[in-house]
């Protein structure tokens, strides 16, 4: 194994570990994702067909804030004692400290949406428990949290705090939610792959060159 | 090469934007030296610390660690260093021993042995009854204790301490000076900040004190702790209660 | 005593104010030179009218601002190889132009789009990437005003700028891949709802050619110089303040 791949894995089981314990991030995550789901089917009575294009909007919008809500806490763990300098201390790259820490939120926020996805399809008769949803949502999940890991590290740094990370996260992140919730919606009302599949293809760039830059930058985030 | 001091700056500068901390400090410290770095708060100390674990970059000079640059070399003398911070550098949802282990394997120790060393560091700091209870369910000085273990276990022979006393009560106090007493003796290179200047004279065989960004003084600790502090405030125009 | 730091020497360069000032008079006579020409020389549009006058400015709006924005990812990039504050210097002025000029390119699109489309706004692929930009750049000076300590401010805002330049790619690709923007693309083949594109006569080709080299090459560059001359003043008002204080 690299030092690279055994750091990250170091790194994501810690994260694993630690939130077995406490159950911190999850819980709130998913206590904020129901309740929003909740006011939302209050607040939109909507009709069957009204449903079917705006509830990939609503799946999406929690999704994201749930994010922000898991994020800011899991990289406040990192500062309350110091042990981010425990790990720029320690003989591994950069890179590496940043990619352990986003696949373990990346896999929170996963699992907050996939959750949520048969629970909306039996509230909102709409069926979203469907595969390409699913891949939907592990796609722009990634993108979410590989800037979202990135720009916490940095907002957690000013005097704002934690308040700054979704005005920072937001705009970043609309590009890849314009994406995932216009292909949502093409799947959800089965329009021809030709309607929605360019938008797939936007995600995944987009995606890639967030994860390249991010990566590339984390060092420069928490030096001093 | 054992003439080589291990650690060295030249002409170091740190600035905050506009505000200079350090301005041009010249230190040599040799292998096997006990130094405590003195000064009031925002003297510079901790920046300095900082710069020669790599944490922190300088903005003008020279900083070796064992021969090698820092902080463009950093990778090459991560090992060699222990560092133990005013900080915890522990998680609290962990076990003592998990989070020992972790280190382990941030360090790349090899995983046959690092169940003896994790047991053994945690012997050495006397929290081995405790190995698997939760870190957030010890005490600031135990903490500090599982703190020194995590620096200890890759045995780095550089201990960077950064106000290590704080926050500890008498009897921990008496722990932590007894651990690195011992760590002294087996030869490791020792720099330590503090402001509790009663210890100073039962460890360090240096004194250096900064003051506004440059080094003001550099002997040998007076043995009186009430001597030292008069140095210490003729130094820095402050006075500090030894 | 203390070392130079590069802020010092960015803070203390010649001004060259004489040059500035040059280059503000060519770009005023420039600016009204295309005024005129949008306003007398090019052909009126046979179906939309007068208000078709307005995409020569838009459209310069929208270009000054991607070569602003392009400005502060130089800026960005070039800050974290060489530490110099000049670099965030410049990084800072591209997006507070930037900012500027997409307003202009909102407004003058709104202004258009109400005969047009007869909707003031619409929540159009384009449109909606267009001002996800400007909310990007303005989180920037969010992002950057909410950290006090120098040195933490500019790497943060390097790094931000960098990213922040994938809203204005994807609003620059949206319109080409994405056939479901009624946004014209009157350079290139745009998308097959678009409406309100039309074709151009020379006189019109002529003058969109000239208005867009004033606002690219002339318009933002001066805007931004100033930006930074004033960057440089405020500076050294602070390093000032700090020197007194430490005599004090």
Redesign the interface.
Request: net charge neutral; hydrophobic share 50%; charged share 15%.
């Given at each position: 194994m690299t030092v690279f791949a055994r750091a990250v894995g170091a790194i994501f089981l810690k994260d694993m570990r630690a939130e077995w314990r406490s159950r911190e991030l999850i819980g709130v995550m998913l206590l904020f994702a129901l309740l929003s789901v909740l006011v939302f089917s209050f607040a939109l009575e909507l009709d069957r067909l009204a449903r079917r294009e705006a509830i990939s909007g609503v799946l999406w919008v929690t999704v994201v804030f749930a994010s922000v809500l898991g994020l800011n806490r899991s990289v406040a763990q990192e500062r309350e004692n110091g042990n981010v300098d425990a790990l720029l201390l320690a003989p591994i790259p950069r890179a590496a400290i940043f990619f352990g820490k986003f696949l373990a939120n990346w896999l929170f926020t996963a699992v907050i949406g996939a959750l949520l996805l048969p629970l909306m399809t039996v509230l909102y008769n709409v069926t979203l428990a469907s595969l390409p949803v699913l891949g939907l949502l592990l796609a722009g999940t990634w993108g979410i949290c590989v800037?979202g890991t990135?720009?916490a590290s940095?907002?957690l740094?000013?005097?704002?705090g934690e308040a700054?990370l979704p005005?920072?996260l937001?705009?970043?992140a609309?590009?890849l939610l314009?994406g995932t919730v216009?292909a949502t919606t093409g799947i959800l009302t089965d329009a021809p792959v030709n309607?929605w599949g360019?938008?797939v293809?936007?995600l995944l760039g987009?995606d890639l060159?967030?994860t390249v830059?991010?990566m590339a930058?984390y060092g420069?985030?928490v030096?001093? | 090469m054992s003439e080589r001091p291990v650690i060295q700056t030249r002409?170091l500068?740190k600035?905050?934007?506009?505000?200079?901390v350090l301005?041009?400090v010249d230190v040599d410290i040799p292998r096997g030296q006990f130094v405590a770095l003195l000064g009031a708060n925002g003297s510079g100390k901790s920046t300095l610390l900082r710069i020669i674990s790599g944490l922190t970059k300088p903005?003008?000079?020279q900083v070796t660690v064992g021969g090698w640059h820092i902080p463009d070399e950093a990778q090459h003398v991560r090992r060699q260093l222990g560092v133990v911070s005013h900080k915890s550098l522990v998680y609290p949802q962990l076990t003592a021993y998990e989070n020992l282990r972790f280190a382990a394997r941030l360090y790349a120790l090899p995983a046959a042995e690092t169940h003896e060393r994790v047991l053994a560091a945690l012997e050495r700091v006397g929290l081995k009854r405790r190995a698997h209870q939760l870190a957030r369910t010890f005490s600031r000085g135990m903490q500090q204790r599982l703190s020194i273990a995590r620096a200890l276990l890759h045995k780095p022979h550089i201990l960077l301490l950064d106000e290590p006393h704080t926050g500890l009560d008498q009897p921990a106090c008496a722990t932590l000076n007894a651990l690195l007493r011992e760590m002294h003796a087996d030869g490791h290179t020792l720099l330590m900040t503090t402001h509790q200047l009663e210890h100073v004279p039962l460890l360090a065989q240096r004194v250096l004190i900064l003051a506004r960004g440059v080094l003001a003084h550099d002997a040998a600790p007076e043995s009186d702790p009430v001597a030292l502090a008069q140095t210490y405030a003729r130094v820095t125009g402050e006075s500090i209660h030894a | 005593?203390?070392?130079a730091?590069p802020?010092v020497a960015a803070a203390s360069a010649p001004n060259h104010l004489g040059r500035l000032k040059a280059l503000t008079a060519v770009t005023a006579v420039a600016f009204l030179l295309g005024l005129g020409m949008a306003l007398a020389y090019a052909g009126t549009d046979a179906i939309q009218g007068n208000v078709q006058r307005l995409f020569y400015f838009h459209m310069g709006a929208f270009f000054g601002a991607f070569v602003a924005f392009a400005c502060t990812v130089v800026g960005g990039v070039q800050y974290?190889r060489t530490r110099n504050v000049k670099w965030d210097t410049f990084a800072l002025a591209g997006v507070e132009v930037g900012v500027v000029l997409s307003f202009i390119n909102l407004a003058t699109g709104s202004i258009w789009a109400r005969p047009i489309w007869n909707t003031w706004w619409t929540w159009d692929?384009r449109l909606?990437?267009a001002a996800?930009m400007v909310?990007?750049y303005?989180?920037y000076l969010?992002?950057r005003s909410?950290?006090?300590?120098?040195?933490?401010r500019h790497?943060?805002a390097?790094?931000?700028g960098?990213?922040?330049f994938?809203?204005v790619v994807?609003t620059l690709?949206?319109i080409r891949?994405?056939?479901?923007t009624i946004h014209p693309a009157v350079i290139g083949t745009g998308a097959q709802d678009a409406q309100g594109g039309f074709a151009m006569n020379s006189s019109m080709t002529t003058t969109l050619l000239l208005n867009m080299a004033v606002w690219v090459f002339l318009l933002t560059p001066t805007l931004m110089w100033w930006r930074i001359r004033l960057q440089n003043y405020a500076d050294r008002v602070?390093?000032r303040k700090?020197a007194y204080m430490e005599q004090g």
């Open positions: 800037t990135l720009l940095m907002t740094q000013t005097r704002v700054l005005i920072a937001l705009p970043i609309l590009p314009l216009r309607d360019g938008w293809g936007i987009i060159f967030y830059v991010c930058f420069v985030v030096e001093e | 002409g500068s600035a905050f934007g506009f505000l200079p301005r041009g903005t003008q000079g | 005593m203390t070392a730091s802020s974290l692929p909606t990437s996800v909310l990007v303005i989180a969010m992002v909410g950290i006090e300590n120098r040195d933490t790497r943060f390097a790094v931000y960098i990213l922040a994938s809203s994807f690709v949206v891949i994405r056939p479901d602070t390093q700090i």
